[in-house]
């Protein structure tokens, strides 16, 4: 067991949820049509963890009413696109994986570090 954590490394470990598009949202929130998207902000922000590591990527949920945890080989993904948003201050991912299965990123701030990684484990595994 030692010996495989030891062979673990973390690239980059964080929320989801940008600080520039929460305090954008926060700011907008007195219009009252941004107030679902501060919402969402927030709660992508509170309880939506990922960690990309030298094997897998885990996103987890510890939202008081749902509690999940996704874990993703990159042996199983197939490809991934990503797409700046406000100037490339942050992005949104997509993770397409062999199963069919689409994971979506939204808000991901050094999302472009974040698909090189990704796209460097897929192509040398």
């Given at each position: ?12 470990e964080?929320?989801?949820?940008s ?12 219009t ?13 922000r ?7 590591t ?8 510890t ?11 990159y042996?199983?993904m ?13 992005g ?34």
């Open positions: 067991m030692l010996q495989l954590l030891l062979l673990l490394q973390v690239f980059m964080g929320h989801l949820g600080n520039v598009e929460l305090l954008i949202s926060m700011a907008l929130t007195a009252l049509i941004f107030a679902p998207l501060t919402i969402a902000s927030l709660g992508r509170l309880w939506l963890n990922y960690k990309f030298n094997k897998r990527f885990v996103i987890t949920n939202s008081p009413l749902f509690k999940r945890e996704i874990q993703i080989a042996s199983e197939r490809e991934v696109r990503s797409a700046p948003r406000a100037l490339g201050a942050w949104d991912m997509v993770i397409f994986t062999k199963r069919g299965e689409r994971i979506e990123l939204i808000g991901m701030e050094k999302y472009q570090d974040i698909k090189y990684h990704i796209d460097k484990c897929l192509y040398t595994i």
